[in-house]
């Protein structure tokens, strides 16, 4: 009979019924209870009214810029840089990763406007400057002695789990699809791929990013 009801068998029994899905407990925390810390590091608003924000426990009810601060005496060696020539929709999931595995910097290369939604404003935390150009891209990181690792699975690249990944480095990224630019994997000293196991050619923009982070905080993260 069209139209029957999903999981019944047959027969004249009722159907079994069916569990409501368990909500989600409320993400964050409520109001302080009690006497308000008084170091200046906490927000009042946050105190009073809860804090619903993406962050970890022990920063909870913290000023958004006492939070970067905290982060700014304790960031990592390495930098993460994308090229942004077609808005790329990964670019705000590999600057969330970036937070996540505390990177010193995020540079944007190209476009200035980047697509903010899957950084679930973590960008807020994480330091982020914008290069027009791959030559003034590589002009800073010339300038500032930090040598420049391409991630592309080209011919030439080590897999990044037998290549060198020095501590201070700036992990460059390419946009999904045509990956690294000709310009971009010349001004590279180090060329680094993913070893993967099946049929497809490359994975996702985002996941490869934060798959090179983890390795990189894997040896030199303390």
């Avoid at 800073?140 to 991630?151: E, F, G, Y």
């Avoid at 501590?167 to 180090?190: D, K, Y």
């Amino acid at each position: 009979m069209a139209g029957a009801v999903a999981g019944y068998a047959g027969g004249m029994q009722d159907p079994e019924p069916v569990a409501e899905p368990e909500l989600d407990p409320p993400h964050g925390v409520g109001p302080w209870e009690g006497e308000w810390p008084s170091d200046d590091r906490f927000d009042p608003e946050l105190l009073a009214h809860g804090d619903r924000r993406n962050v970890v426990d022990g920063y909870r009810y913290w000023r958004m810029e006492a939070i970067v601060a905290d982060l700014d005496t304790r960031r990592h060696g390495f930098h993460v840089a994308i090229e942004n020539w077609q808005h790329d929709m990964n670019i705000g999931s590999i600057v969330r990763s970036a937070n996540a595995f505390l990177a010193d910097t995020v540079h944007i290369i190209g476009r200035r406007r980047w697509n903010r939604r899957g950084a679930m404003v973590t960008d807020r935390y994480q330091h982020v400057v914008h290069h027009e150009t791959v030559a003034e891209f590589a002009d800073w990181a010339k300038a500032a002695r930090i040598p420049i690792i391409a991630v592309d699975n080209l011919d030439g690249a080590l897999p990044v789990d037998q290549a060198e990944l020095p501590e201070r480095c700036v992990l460059l990224f390419g946009a999904e699809g045509p990956g690294l630019s000709h310009e971009a994997l010349s001004a590279a000293s180090g060329h680094v791929e993913i070893t993967q196991y099946g049929s497809t050619r490359s994975i996702n923009a985002g996941a490869a990013a934060a798959i090179i982070m983890h390795e990189w905080c894997r040896r030199h993260a303390g």
